[in-house]
């Protein structure tokens, strides 16, 4: 997707140690609605097809997106959580979850009422690096006997394992923007 | 707003202490994106005529109603986030929370460079209860030298005191469905 691309060549920042993009200015942070408006389109556009009845996403950043995108699929947007609150009680399936971001292990769940068997559920999110998070979001829809019909990524850093080896499992896997390098001379994209 | 009561009625969950509002299949894990447009439409009927620059929430369950109201403004969103993470460096507006929901105090920050004092900013978020989260959000934008033109709310439990502190200090918060007491007998609105 070209639009995002661009956005990210130019308000996009890597960190010194070229680990770490980022895309506060526009994506998770502070966040472009009509940027997040084109990405729900194209992911509406990708996955027209696929009678998709549930979103499912994880928070924080992945929640405006899934919104947005919601509105083109006219499906509910459920999605899981980092933490147990208070207000979950009742049955919860749970995965865990290392994040690569934050350098720790979490667990995430979502209340078994809100995922039958006979949902289609697109997983979107903003990152795929090493895949951790789409790991247990998938394992989470497939322990409800539903059906993972692809996974909508805005941006994944193709050079990490985690695309590659999520695909090899045979889930369909869409990223707006594919980042096969990046340092101190910008991104190269797919 | 009558629709976001009737839902309320029809498909709120007191816990059996009483002093919890479950609405996590409609507002806060499963999301109805049909209600939160009608929720962000109200919004901006609201503040239409405040010029707002912004709009703010926090993580994670007031981002996609900040983003989904965020059409209607058209307006960049901004969401403080709860815990420090390796993406976020620079100048920081930090605020301590005391969570009801959660138990536990924890702080939220926003990066300096996504406020400025010509900002007018609205404040959106899903609950108010004790006003904790709000305090937090509103001392950020204060800090930023920014103005505050008020403060949306989707459900305020009125019977707690922190809409009525806040209103006292002069901020204007609308809240779309005031509950004055909730028990076995279910829910009454102001």
């Known amino acids: 997707m070209k639009l995002l691309e661009e956005r990210i060549r130019r308000d996009g920042k890597i960190r010194e140690d070229g680990a770490v993009l980022k895309v506060d200015s526009f994506l998770n942070h502070q966040i472009d609605v009509g940027l997040y408006n084109e990405i729900g389109k194209e992911f509406f556009r990708l996955f027209a097809d696929e009678r998709v009845t549930k979103i499912l996403t994880i928070e924080a950043s992945g929640i405006g997106i899934a919104c947005i995108a919601g509105q083109y699929f006219d499906v509910p947007v459920l999605f899981a959580k980092k933490s147990k609150s208070k207000n979950i009680d009742g049955g919860v399936y749970t995965a865990r979850v290392e994040s690569f971001t934050h350098g720790k292990v ?85």
Chains 1, 2 share one sequence.
Not at 107 to 116: G, H, W, Y
Not at 152 to 179: H, T, Y
Request: hydrophobic content about 45%; aromatic content about 6%; overall charge negative.
């Open 106 to 190: 979490y667990d995430v769940m979502v209340a078994k009422e809100f995922l039958r068997p006979e949902d289609r559920v697109l997983i979107i999110d903003d990152f795929l690096a090493n895949g951790a998070a789409l790991d247990g979001l998938i394992q989470i829809v497939r322990e409800a006997g539903a059906t993972v019909v692809g996974a909508g990524i805005c941006i994944e850093k193709a050079f990490q394992s985690g695309g590659e080896r999520i695909r090899a499992k045979g889930v369909r896997v869409e990223a707006l923007a594919r980042i096969k390098s990046m340092g101190e001379d910008g991104v190269e994209f797919c």
